[in-house]
């Protein structure tokens, strides 16, 4: 069997005791509930905003949530504020003309990666270590692919994971939005979707990386947050410092240039197997 098969297999021996473990179960119901609540609450908050603004400029009613709020989009005072709070012109570029309900839920979700991967992965390698299983593992597979496999297995998990959290939020925007293309609506909230995963690339590195270090579950899932809180610090008192952040490369992501956008998740990649090879490093030198 090849390295790369072997590697396969522990990702989806990883996946499979995810998938059966109360942990994970309980981060997709929660993940859902957040993800479906943002929605019905975005959604509320255009709703609300179009009928005051309807009633103040004594207009009719327009009969569908986010036709007001288009219409607000394409103008240029609006343009001028959005561009001001993206700091960023190339991004501001790329994101106009979204629905500005499916970009809200675009930025609770970016902001939801860290939790969603810290619930779902930061324990795994630590748990493994303390109950012993991973000693029969490594019989057949190399630390190296043991843990490069755990990583693409969690990968999977966190994708499931956000993946149920994508469909929740679609079905409610569906009731909330019955004049909107389901197709059309699908196509924005999966697309983010697959973007915050590949950003969650690097905290999954991270903070499975950490997880090598020790064998309790609990330290493991405290030296994540101290980790982020760490990074959050650093970057903001030292801005060169901020490469090691995945936050660096948010922007990337939500570029429609295809060269921005690798640019950025080249990055993540980087991170996350920089930060994944170093535990590994410390774990490769390890009793187990």
């Not at 297999?9 to 479906?36: D, K, N, P």
Request: charged content about 15%; glycine content about 6%; hydrophobic content about 55%.
């Amino acid at each position: 069997m090849s390295s790369f098969a072997r590697m396969r297999s522990v990702a989806a021996a990883e996946l499979g005791v995810a998938s059966r473990s109360r942990r994970a179960l309980a981060t997709v119901l929660i993940f859902s509930a957040i993800t479906g609540i943002a929605m019905y609450l975005t959604i509320s908050m255009f709703a609300a905003i179009e009928a005051e603004l309807l009633k103040l400029l004594a207009l009719p009613d327009a009969g569908e949530t986010g036709s007001v709020t288009m219409t607000l989009w394409q103008s240029d005072q609006f343009n001028r504020m959005v561009s001001h709070m993206t700091r960023n012109s190339a991004v501001f570029a790329d994101i106009q003309g979204r629905h500005p309900v499916v970009l809200a839920y675009a930025f609770f979700l970016f902001s939801l990666v860290p939790l969603v991967t810290l619930m779902t992965s930061s324990a795994s390698v630590a748990s493994d270590i303390r109950s012993g299983s991973v000693r029969y593992m490594l019989v057949r597979v190399s630390r190296a692919e043991w843990s490069i496999g755990k990583f693409f297995g969690e990968a999977a998990a966190v994708l499931a994971a956000m993946a149920v959290g994508a469909l929740a939020a679609w079905a409610v925007a569906i009731c909330r939005l019955p004049g909107w293309s389901a197709l059309g609506l699908a196509g924005g909230v999966f697309d983010w979707t697959l973007r915050a995963w590949i950003y969650s690339f690097a905290y999954l590195g991270l903070f499975m990386g950490l997880s090598h270090v020790v064998r309790s579950p609990g330290k493991a899932t405290a030296l994540s947050v101290a980790a982020l809180v760490a990074l959050g610090i650093a970057a903001n008192r030292w801005p060169w410092l901020e490469i090691l952040s995945p936050s660096s490369s948010q922007t990337l992501l939500w570029r429609r240039d295809p060269a921005a956008f690798m640019q950025g998740a080249v990055h993540l990649v980087s991170l996350a197997f920089l930060y994944l090879g170093l535990g590994a490093f410390v774990f490769s030198r390890r009793d187990v």
